[in-house]
């Protein structure tokens, strides 16, 4: 069979990559972060890969015609940790750029059969939903039907990760109804998407497709399948340092490690340090956990996201550390064979940054590989 041909755009590590796997040919990518580039070269190869920024790129940049343009749009400005600057911003901004190139090559007779866009969930509410109705217009004029899904990593791993995923078809393909609901599914559609679509405007509700996807197997492993005991690029706490960790944590917080003591197993749990507020309105930094053996979202440590500490609970025993670097790899669904960077935040933020590639491979199977191989070209009207 031949395989089917790929443009994967803010590329990262290649993560979108090794969830699409073997039965995909990568024709070009793109990033403009020379050290997650060099990345990318190290595990995929560097010989489509253009480090760049996408806004300087042309159509005589991208060899063939892809099948799907795959694109992970950067989300720093439409995330919490962004102040939801939405799709004016610097770096979320982008996305016009890119958008530009596809639409660039629908001039010439090349646009990507699919497009799938890739970010956090913020993108259906920043700047009261009108970033999410942006690019709705944009796929709707660009001659796209699309539809979007909220997919959580947590059903494939152990990592509370929930993203938007906007899958689009051109419109000069026709495809099977048995790949289009007629309403939400409660499990991919929950309600903060339902309401965004409800506020886009007719011709975009017109052009809108409510995916159909399988539910889901049970996930097998725990977060505790994943944490090892002498892991390389960071070192356990010292009493001291664990004591001051356990300080920074509320009577609710410490009451979970309490509770992980007393369940004779055990217990992994991770915490993020985050600023609250105090009853007297003071600003301090906590300590929060949980032993769900489940991870908190993986971040970049940067824009002042904290970078995520593990707390082992063993009886009286408590150790606490960061996450190392192959743990957060593996957090991402990448197998220990890929080359991490040798610097612990240069790893981090790759993780942090990039797109499960379980969730891809899902989506992948069941939805983008069936799609393009059962749509085929639109029968055109008579003049």
């Known amino acids: 069979m031949k395989p089917l041909a790929f443009y994967e755009f803010f590329a990262g590590g290649g993560m979108a990559r090794a969830g699409l796997g073997k ?4 024709l070009f990518a793109n990033d403009i972060d020379v050290k997650k580039a060099a990345s990318y070269a190290t595990n995929w190869g ?5 480090v760049a920024d996408v806004g300087s790129l042309d ?3 991208l060899p063939g015609t892809a099948d799907l343009s795959w694109a992970s749009f950067p989300c720093q400005d439409l995330s919490l940790a962004g102040s939801y600057v939405g799709l004016q911003g610097k770096r979320s901004g982008t996305f016009w750029s890119f958008w530009s190139l596809m639409q660039n090559l629908a001039e010439v007779g090349r646009a990507p059969r699919v497009v799938v866009l890739e970010n956090v969930c913020g993108a259906l509410t920043s700047h009261g939903g009108r970033d999410f109705l942006a690019i709705s217009e ?3 004029n660009g ?3 699309f539809g979007a899904m909220v997919m959580d990593a947590v059903h494939f791993l152990p990592q ?5 995923f906007i899958v689009a078809i051109n419109r000069h393909y026709d495809f099977p109804d048995s790949f289009l609901r007629t309403g939400p599914s409660p499990l991919w559609h929950p309600e903060r998407l339902t309401r965004a679509w409800r506020q886009l405007p007719e011709d975009a509700k017109d052009a809108w497709v409510w995916w159909e996807l399988p539910d889901v197997c049970r996930r097998e492993q725990a977060l505790s399948d994943f944490i090892e005991e002498d892991p390389e690029g960071v070192d356990w706490h010292s009493a001291a340092e664990t004591r001051r960790i356990l300080a920074m944590m509320s009577a609710v ?3 979970k490690v309490e509770s992980a003591k007393q369940a004779r197993r055990r217990m992994v749990g991770t915490i993020y340090k985050r600023t609250r507020e105090s009853t007297t309105g003071e600003k301090m930094q906590r300590a929060e956990v949980r032993f769900d053996d489940i991870a908190g979202c993986l971040r970049t440590p940067a824009g002042g996201s904290s970078r995520q500490l593990i707390m082992v609970v063993d009886g009286n025993l408590v150790r606490s550390r960061l996450l190392s670097p192959r743990e957060a790899a593996r957090l991402m669904g990448l197998q220990d064979s890929y080359i991490l960077p040798a610097k612990y935040n240069e790893a981090y933020h790759l993780c942090g940054d990039g797109v499960a590639v379980p969730v891809v491979r899902f989506l992948a199977a069941n939805l ?6 059962k749509s085929i070209p639109a029968k055109q009207e008579a003049a």
Do not use: V
């Open 23 to 26: 039965k995909w040919k990568c």
């Open 59 to 61: 159509t005589s940049a």
């Open 253 to 255: 917080n410490r009451k």
């Open 46 to 50: 560097a010989s489509h890969l253009k």
């Open 368 to 373: 983008l590989e069936p799609l393009i191989a």
């Open 138 to 140: 944009a796929l709707t």
């Open 160 to 164: 509370s990760r929930p993203r938007l």
């Open 143 to 145: 001659g796209y039907r």
